[in-house]
């Protein structure tokens, strides 16, 4: 049998499916010594182990069997399986509003490709109609693909690529916009553009998904589909997150860009408002605001566009024992803003002082948050507080770091004047600084205790 059956196998595993003339794509059935398991046998990435061989199981999901577990291996059955997202023409009515989607990367509408392990998108009108049809039943929806990059990858040069697109497509007359994004820094890029874009007179929607469209629990399909109507017919004109509210089919959040964060590394719900409630819940056919106070859609094309960012700015996580020399190191490299997540009330060691102060002499604005993410910076309480105030840190009230280094940056691509930036960093563009944050703002119950078990048995999870 020539290897170009075996896809992405070698070592072990190979040796393996030669053996018992087993396929790539082949229908198998494995007995190993935990167990038998059906499914088929599906390629390998090339940069993974010889030490497995993947099976997709009747449930959808994959697994990898190790291959010294392995007591007979028989194939079944054979029909290489076709992972191209089918391609439909997509229905355009003039009686639907107009949504245009902008592509950034990400898993969003997207399959496998197993050979490399990597995900491709699906992303023209058409194939995304391919994989969701309901998209019809909401707008007419017209693609660009700005960017084909992972969300790590995102930074000033896309954040304000997309500005400048956004304030394009209102020009335009766009009833809604939404971005496909991958969802690691999903929320910085969610408060870049709240700066950047203000009072927007359309809904503007980042997506995304934390599971790609080849497997049976995948968002994306609910998620698109959330975000569309909230774009289309929403009335909540902001920069907004839309994703799972909770980890149910049932409906999704919508997210200030300021206030929102990713908060679990797989749960499909990860995305939680801090120190704050979400802005609406939204569902394929209805947007429901849980707040008043929200900017309105409108019937103009106005809107405010602030393409600015200076990346000589970073972000410090304090830490015990923490030494002066990173804060110097940054200086010294010719950073001009430094966000610190200081611990409690907005608090550091003594020993960055001197490095403190040095950086403030040299023209190095420098902010203080807290890394407890709820909660308000409150530096005059305690003697360590109060000295650094009077050393040149500002607090920044309940921002979070992440918004703060954002804003940061996009404050310095406007001016390098200390008090200018002061006035910019304290200046609420839209909830990065709150007045208070409502008592149902910071709901974190841990499970084992009776009241907590009895409240989870009455709600979705």
């Given amino acids: 049998m020539s290897n170009d059956i075996f896809q992405g196998y070698k070592g072990k595993a190979l040796e393996i499916l030669k053996k018992y003339n087993v396929r790539v794509w082949g229908q198998a059935e494995i007995n190993t010594t935990r167990g038998v398991f059906k499914g088929t046998v599906l390629p390998r990435s090339e940069n993974d182990d010889d030490k497995h061989i993947v099976m997709k199981i009747i449930t959808g999901y994959n697994i990898g069997i190790d291959v010294d577990t392995i007591i007979d291996l028989k194939e079944t059955g054979y029909k290489k399986a076709n992972y191209q997202i089918p391609e439909k023409e997509f229905p355009y009515s003039k009686d639907k509003p107009n949504v245009k989607l902008f592509g950034t990367g990400g898993t969003i509408a997207s399959r496998l490709d197993y050979r490399t392990g990597a995900v491709i998108p699906a992303f023209s009108p058409g194939e ?162 849980l707040k008043p106070d929200y900017n309105h859609r409108r019937r103009d094309k106005k809107v405010t566009i602030k393409p600015f960012f200076d990346d000589r700015v970073s972000i410090v996580y304090y830490y015990p024992n923490m030494k002066p020399d990173i804060i110097d190191s940054l200086v010294d490299n010719g950073y001009k803003g430094i966000i610190i997540a200081g611990t409690g009330l907005g608090h550091v060691n003594k020993p960055l002082y001197p490095a403190i102060e040095r950086a403030v002499k040299k023209g190095v604005s420098i902010f203080m948050t807290v890394q407890t993410l709820w909660g308000y910076v409150r530096m005059f309480v305690y003697d360590t507080g109060r000295d650094l105030m009077a050393k040149g840190i500002v607090p920044l009230e309940n921002m979070l770091p992440e918004a703060a280094y954002i804003k940061l940056g996009w404050a310095l691509g406007q001016t390098d004047d200390p008090e200018k930036l002061k006035k910019i960093m304290l200046t609420p563009i839209n909830d990065e600084i709150t007045k208070r944050e409502p008592y149902n703002g910071y709901l974190i119950y841990q499970g084992g205790v009776p009241e907590v078990e009895e409240f989870i048995k009455k709600v979705h999870k």
């Fill in 128 to 289: 995304l109609y391919g994989a969701v049809p309901e998209l019809a039943d909401i707008c007419n929806l017209n693609t660009e693909k700005l960017f084909a990059v992972f969300s790590e990858n995102m930074g000033p040069k896309q954040y304000i690529a997309l500005a400048k697109a956004i304030g394009k497509e209102i020009e335009n007359g766009i009833d809604g916009i939404i971005i496909g994004h991958g969802t690691d820094t999903l929320h910085h890029t969610a408060a870049a553009l709240t700066y950047m874009v203000q009072n927007p007179p359309v809904p503007i929607v980042l997506v995304g998904s934390q599971r790609s469209s080849d497997r049976p629990s995948s968002d994306a399909a609910l998620n698109l589909m959330h975000s569309a109507y909230a774009a289309a017919h929403g009335d909540i004109a902001e920069v907004m997150v839309c994703m799972f509210g909770p980890t149910s089919d049932e409906y999704g959040f919508l997210h200030r860009g300021t206030r929102v964060r990713k908060m679990h590394s797989s749960y499909r719900s990860t995305f939680r408002t801090i120190g704050d409630i979400p802005l609406a819940t939204v569902t394929r056919n209805e947007v429901k605001p």
